[in-house]
Structure formats: structure tokens, C-alpha cells
């Protein structure tokens, strides 16, 4: 009867696999970490020994994972966008016909900028930052692109065609967003969901 023997060569994929695996889990947890620091704090107030104090860690060890406060900024940034984004499309993706998407778009919007706050200050101070900071560009751009890709993909749902227009309509979007999120006053969130469903009824 033969015995299987293990490639060396496998188990050492399996291993370093195990690994990177474990690696990227823990980087997560940290960037978790650096949210809350930041969300409190911003970026320009915020150091690696903040973060490092934040994620019960030492400076030394944060380094480890993250070369600098730009390369865990962007990890960050990534992550927090991804299920921002995911949020949205998730809503659209439910909805049946033009009303459907642009109501649950607007709705989404509002519930993220209501109770994702910080996170979206922080997103802006982020942005903000990519204008004097090149290291931000590049994760910045990314973004947006998703953003726009994520605008078309609404739009399709509601039955258009032609999406050449996305990345006005998330521009319109983005900057009611933030005029919304700085200026909020004393309405309600159908409130807000109706200004948006406005800007949404002019391109969708």
C-alpha cells in the first residue's frame, strides 16, 4: 500500500498561505483600531504612536504591519470604502424600477451619512489631504472610480442604457453629500432623503 507523501513544495504554500492569512486578519484589526484614533482625532492629529497606544500594540510592532502612517491610512481608506460601497450597491441591487432605486439610494445615503458620521469626515479630511499629499492620490483615485462605477451601476438598474453621465451624477452627489453632512440642521431624515431623491431624479 503507498503512502501519500506531502510535497515539501505544497506545504510550504499551505504554510506561508496560513500566514498571509493570519497577517492580513491582523492588519484589519489594527485598521479598525486606526478608524476609531482618527475618527476622533483626524489625520493631521493623529500619530503612529496614537494609533499604536489605540490598537494595544507597540510602535515597533505596528511598524511591523505598516511601513508608515500613509501605507496604513490607505489600507484604512480601502477598507472602509469597500463596504461603504458594497452597502450601496446592495440596496440598489434590491430595488425593482426607477422610483425602487432611486428611493433606496437616497435612503441608503442617508443612513450612512447618519450613522457613519466620523467615518465620512474622515474620508473627506483624507481626500482633502491628496491634494498636498501624494502618497494619497493613487488610493483617492481608486475610490472614486468605484464610486462612479458604483453610480452607473445604479442608474442601469433604474433603466438606463447610457451611463456616460455617472461621474457627474456621483459629482452632484458627492458634493450634496458633504453640503448635507457640514450643514446638517434640524431636518429629519426623509428629509434628507428627499434631497437626494431630487438630485437622483435629474439624472437617473
Known amino acids: 500500500m503507498n503512502q501519500h507523501i506531502p510535497d515539501p513544495i505544497t506545504k510550504l504554500e499551505e504554510r506561508a498561505n496560513r500566514k498571509a492569512t493570519k497577517r492580513e ?22 500619530t503612529l504612536r496614537d494609533i499604536a497606544a489605540q490598537s494595544g500594540m507597540s510602535l515597533g510592532s505596528l511598524t511591523y504591519y505598516f511601513t508608515d502612517k500613509a501605507e496604513l491610512i490607505t489600507y484604512c481608506v480601502r477598507l472602509y470604502k469597500a463596504e461603504f460601497i458594497a452597502r450601496v ?23 450612512s451619512m447618519t450613522e457613519d458620521l466620523p467615518t465620512h469626515r474622515l474620508w473627506y479630511d483624507i481626500r482633502n489631504q491628496a491634494i498636498f499629499e501624494p502618497a494619497f492620490r493613487p488610493v ?54 428627499a434631497s437626494f431623491a431630487a438630485v437622483l431624479q435629474r439624472f437617473f
Not at 486578519?25 to 493623529?46: C, F, H, M, P
Not at 446592495?90 to 443612513?111: F, H, K, N, P, W
Not at 458604483?150 to 447610457?162: I, K, N, Q, S, Y
Open 89 to 111: 450597491r446592495g440596496s440598489v441591487t434590491q430595488a425593482q424600477g426607477r422610483d425602487a432605486v432611486i428611493a433606496a439610494l437616497a435612503g441608503e445615503l442617508v443612513r
Open 25 to 46: 486578519a491582523r492588519k484589519t484589526e489594527i485598521a479598525v483600531s486606526t478608524l476609531d484614533a482618527l475618527k476622533q482625532l483626524g489625520y493631521a492629529n493623529t
Open 140 to 193: 483617492v483615485a481608486e475610490i472614486e472610480a468605484a464610486l462612479v462605477d458604483t453610480v452607473a451601476d445604479a442608474m442601469r438598474a433604474a433603466g438606463h442604457e447610457d451611463t456616460s453621465a455617472a461621474a457627474i451624477g456621483y459629482a452632484l452627489l458627492d458634493g450634496l453629500f458633504h453640503y448635507l453632512m457640514q450643514n446638517r440642521g434640524e431636518e429629519t431624515q426623509d428629509q434628507l432623503a
